[in-house]
């Protein structure tokens, strides 16, 4: 892309740039361009910054991958791409497995999204081909195939940018799901015992940083944050500070 830095839309359109050539390479499918075009519609009416309801839900979700006995994150093709070395450094900071997990499934894409987190010293992927030998219930897509040393056996999955009955299902298994979702109003969001309503590529870097501080304080603390937070209620307050914003908008 012959873009300059200083253009008011640089990140925006390398983004874009960034996953049409991840889709050229097989990183992406190409329905992830579409997935992404719904993501920027919602980022824009959020402000494209992180809500303070964000950042509530990020202190939630670092306390329950903190006290998970096998949390996982699971990555699908734009996830990869859009923060894949962000989501490696995620993992080790919490001690987390990731798995590919893919809507779009093909041996190849797993083989290549595994590959392209191992560049980022990324140990073990899970999940790859026959790996997968597990059936998860209740979904109807070839996400149900999931790995029996990763979401099959995970306490708490984290699953940024998801595509819906998934995390029902999880949730169903008495999993506890984490969702990165720009959209409050997915199936995903309203499901999900923690839902960060934020763009994958601030909420991750977020988690990590919150991760860090909150390593050294006490199980206490952490069942606290865990216990005091509602989704239900957070959704709510994110449509509200949605609303709130779209309201400075209208000029008298
Ligand atoms: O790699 P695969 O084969 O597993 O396929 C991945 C996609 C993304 C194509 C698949 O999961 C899909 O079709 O997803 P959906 O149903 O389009 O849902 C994507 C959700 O993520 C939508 O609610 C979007 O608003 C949201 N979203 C898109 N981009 C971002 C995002 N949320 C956070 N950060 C983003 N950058």
Same mark, same amino acid.
């Given at each position: 892309?012959?873009?300059s830095?200083?253009?008011?839309r640089?990140?925006?359109?390398?983004?874009?740039?960034d996953?049409?050539?991840?889709?050229?390479?097989?990183?992406?499918?190409?329905?992830?361009?579409?997935?992404?075009?719904?993501?920027?519609?919602f980022?824009?009416?959020?402000?494209?910054?992180?809500?303070?309801?964000?950042?509530?839900?990020?202190?939630?979700?670092?306390?329950?991958?903190?006290?998970?006995?096998?949390?996982?994150?699971?990555?699908?093709?734009?996830?990869?791409?859009?923060?894949?070395?962000?989501?490696?450094?995620?993992a080790?900071?919490?001690?987390?497995? %990731?798995?590919?997990?893919?809507?779009?499934?093909?041996?190849?894409?797993?083989?290549?999204?595994?590959?392209?987190?191992k560049n980022?010293?990324?140990?073990?992927i899970?999940?790859?081909?026959?790996?997968?030998?597990?059936?998860?219930g209740?979904?109807?897509?070839?996400?149900?195939?999931?790995?029996?040393?990763?979401?099959?056996k995970?306490?708490?999955?984290? %699953?940024p940018?998801?595509?819906?009955?998934?995390?029902?299902?999880?949730?169903?298994q008495?999993?506890?799901?984490?969702?990165?979702?720009?959209?409050?109003?997915?199936?995903?969001?309203?499901?999900?015992?923690?839902? %960060?309503?934020?763009?994958?590529?601030r909420? %991750?870097?977020?988690?990590?940083?919150?991760?860090?501080?909150?390593?050294?304080?006490?199980?206490s603390?952490?069942?606290?944050y865990?216990?005091?937070?509602?989704?239900?209620r957070?959704?709510?307050?994110?449509?509200?500070?949605?609303?709130?914003?779209?309201?400075?908008?209208?000029?008298?």
């Open positions: 892309m012959n873009l830095p200083h253009h008011p640089f990140l925006s359109l390398k983004t874009r740039d996953l049409v050539k991840a889709v050229a390479s097989g990183l992406v499918a190409p329905q992830g361009l579409i997935a992404q075009g719904r993501g920027e519609a980022d824009y009416l959020i402000g494209e910054r992180t809500m303070p309801t964000a950042s509530i839900a990020t202190l939630a979700a670092v306390a329950l991958l903190l006290e998970a006995k096998s949390p996982v994150i699971s990555v699908n093709g734009n996830a990869a791409a859009l923060a894949g070395k962000e989501i490696v450094n995620l080790s900071t919490v001690s987390a497995s %990731i798995e590919v997990n893919l809507f779009h499934r093909t041996l190849d894409r797993e083989k290549l999204i595994a590959r392209h987190l980022f010293g990324a140990k073990e899970l999940g790859v081909g026959s790996a997968a030998s597990k059936t998860i209740g979904i109807s897509s070839p996400r149900a195939k999931v790995d029996p040393n990763g979401i099959g995970a306490d708490v999955v984290l %699953i940018l998801e595509d819906g009955d998934r995390a029902q299902a999880l949730e169903n008495g999993k506890r799901v984490i969702a990165i979702d720009l959209n409050p109003m997915s199936r995903t969001s309203q499901v999900a015992s923690v839902t %960060i309503v934020d763009n994958l590529v909420a %991750i870097p977020a988690l990590i940083e919150s991760s860090r501080k909150m390593k050294k304080l006490p199980q603390q952490l069942e606290k865990i216990s005091s937070f509602n989704n239900e957070n959704l709510a307050n994110a449509i509200e500070q949605i609303v709130q914003y779209l309201q400075g908008w209208i000029k008298n």
